[in-house]
């Protein structure tokens, strides 16, 4: 080979990769004004009581920062009176700034004693490694409300609700233990309203192969890693976008496409028709098929694919933490590990159902129709899934009501074919029959403009009337779709010294809807946001002002509900990020009203 030959081989094959590098070194590089931490997730304090009359003040300082020893001061307000606090030896640090210092890694405390009664302002002040150096930081501490713990004050626990702990947290662990824990939270993510209709799609497959345990395993190892690949992909594309991408693709015509697809794949269970493909595309695939052994792995990576852009997962705190640490440390390779392995612990339930559904199911015949029956069914409540988020709640109502009442009457007839087995017979009508009745109470109560499908008849109890129609009416928010409109309605809680709490929801955002039926109508939570401006922000046509306002609040998508102050300032460290139940919302209430 002469030697311009050698070398057009090895510019051909190197080339490319040189290429790879050098724009991953150009995207390190782009991201790099974005490395240091907000000071309130460098030094997070923490204040308790302690043994007697103590006050307890913890910092825990991310990985690669530090807090000075001698910065740390606190003084009695309004008098402005400097306390003396107690402070463990630090480390010696010969500190470009200050020369040699004390200062604290991992962990800082100091306490105050005897701790009395009032306001307590504490300032303290700490460096990165890197050579950034903060400005003293304040906190005015109401010593009368702080709660009794013991004097050991461990680190504080992994929020799940808390878009911040999650990205203190993947700041300040290992990429192993980031993995482990993702993997467990995706794992009680897939139990969610947003993920579970993907449990369905992956039964059809298998009950649609017929496959043994085995082949069902491949089958939906083939449907959950591209599914949490795209997840880590859209993740990423998410953060560098600096919006959720998951918002721009939940439009009308996805879902109605989407949940078309699934009332397609439901009548093809019920045996109204089989769904094939021009003889000769068929016989290529077939060709293809029986060198993947078996012929739907492709289908079902693209429908792990297309379950992951438009069924689900829904914005919860462990994606919103994530988005936010990509976004700010710009470790896109650690960013789509970590969404990856969440995606993963999404994905176990439905590598159980692949393996061990085919055990579970009858051998060919009368049992395996009405067992695809079953299935078609589960697909058409995906779909009335996907639709509800575009309808209005008692059209959905009455979509959920008709599909009860199919179930019932194909039960019915089940059980009129079974005559000859009373067990069996007794059996299907004790589901059929309350079926049905619940599935007429459900048409009843969309027709009296109801939307939930657990209380469908509450109207007729007196006083008991809900018309999410008019929500801000019935639930006391202000809905505005505009940020123009939200700022303005911002500006006119500040100006009566109202503090704010802001809901960002959306009509295709499942669990913004179970948050809103189950959570805000309690009690305990009107009685706690009665002081509050309640404002709801509207994302349903995700418009690119409304993205925009995403982008500029860090806002990864709904739901999310933020605090503010009557000074007009967030409470940040309070945000609500994904589905909450009351008591995450009244503990962040009363934080909130604490913050200085």
């Known amino acids: ?142 010593i009368s409300r702080l709660s009794a713990t013991s004097s050991a004050s461990p680190a504080p626990a992994l929020d799940a609700n808390s878009d911040l702990s999650i990205r203190h947290a993947l700041h300040n662990h290992s990429l192993g233990w980031s993995l482990a824990v993702f993997l467990v939270l995706g794992l009680g993510l897939a139990f969610t309203p947003c993920v579970l209709p993907m449990l369905p799609i992956v039964s059809s497959l298998v009950v649609g192969a017929r496959a043994s345990p085995r082949r069902g395993l491949i089958l939906s190892l083939a449907f959950v890693l591209p599914m949490a690949a795209t997840y880590a992909a859209m993740g990423v594309a998410a953060a560098l976008a600096g919006a959720s991408l998951q918002a721009s693709l939940q439009n009308p015509y996805m879902l109605g496409l989407l949940g078309t697809v699934f009332v397609t794949l439901a009548f093809a269970m019920f045996g109204f028709y089989n769904l094939q493909l021009p003889a000769s595309l068929r016989d290529r695939l077939d060709r293809a098929g029986r060198r993947q052994q078996g012929g739907t792995l492709l289908s079902a990576a693209v429908m792990g694919i297309v379950s992951a852009l438009l069924v689900g997962p829904c914005m919860t705190a462990p994606l919103a933490g994530t988005l936010l640490y990509i976004a700010e440390s710009g470790d896109l390779v650690r960013g789509a590990a970590i969404l990856f392995s969440l995606g993963l612990g999404m994905g176990l339930p439905m590598l159980a159902v692949g393996a061990l559904g085919p055990r579970l199911l009858p051998r060919p015949g009368l049992w395996m129709e009405r067992v695809k029956a079953v299935f078609g069914f589960l697909l058409l409540g995906t779909a009335v899934l996907m639709l509800e988020r575009i309808l209005p709640p008692p059209v959905s109502l009455a979509l959920w009501g008709g599909l009860a009442i199919a179930i019932a009457s194909a039960l019915a007839i089940w059980a009129w074919q079974a005559r000859t087995s009373a067990a069996y017979l007794a059996l299907l009508l004790s589901v059929s029959i309350p079926m049905m009745t619940w599935g007429l109470a459900m048409q009843l109560g969309a027709a009296a ?84 401006e309640l404002i709801r922000m509207d994302l349903t046509r995700s418009t690119p002002d409304q993205l925009a306002l995403l982008r500029q609040l860090q806002v990864p998508g709904p739901p999310s509900a933020l605090f503010f102050g009557a000074d007009g300032r967030e409470r940040r460290a309070q945000r609500l990020t994904g589905e909450f139940d009351a008591s995450a919302l009244l503990r962040q209430h009363r934080l909130a009203l604490e913050a200085p």
């Not at 030896?89 to 009664?117: C, I, T, W």
């Not at 009032?118 to 003293?136: E, K």
């Not at 009509?507 to 002081?531: F, G, H, N």
Request: charged share 20%; glycine share 6%.
């Open 1 to 142: 080979m002469t030697k311009s030959r050698i070398i057009r081989a090895l510019a051909r094959r190197w080339l490319p990769w040189l290429a790879v590098l050098t724009l991953a070194t150009f995207a390190t590089s782009a991201f790099s004004q974005n490395e240091f931490l907000d000071p309130e997730d460098a030094f997070r304090l923490e204040s308790s009581r302690g043994a007697g009359d103590e006050v307890v003040l913890n910092w825990q300082i991310a990985e690669g920062y530090y807090l000075y020893r001698e910065r740390i001061e606190a003084q009695r307000m309004p008098q402005a009176t400097s306390v003396s606090l107690q402070t463990p030896p630090g480390e010696s640090k010969d500190d470009p700034n200050f020369g040699v210092m004390e200062v604290y890694h991992g962990q800082a405390r100091a306490v105050l004693a005897p701790a009395g009664n009032g306001i307590l302002r504490v300032t303290w002040q700490g460096c990165a490694d890197a050579g950034l150096c903060y400005p003293p930081q304040t906190r005015d501490i109401d």
């Open 449 to 532: 403009g109801q939307a939930d499908p657990v209380r469908p008849l509450a109207f007729l109890v007196a006083g008991n009337v809900n018309t999410p129609g008019t929500s801000a009416e019935t639930d006391g928010f202000i809905t505005v779709d505009a940020p123009d409109a939200m700022a303005a309605a911002l500006s006119r809680a500040q100006a009566a010294g109202k503090p704010v709490f802001l809901d960002f929801s959306a009509q295709w955002c499942v669990s913004c809807k179970k948050i809103e039926r189950e959570v805000y109508p309690l009690p305990e939570v009107r009685a706690a946001l009665s002081s509050f």
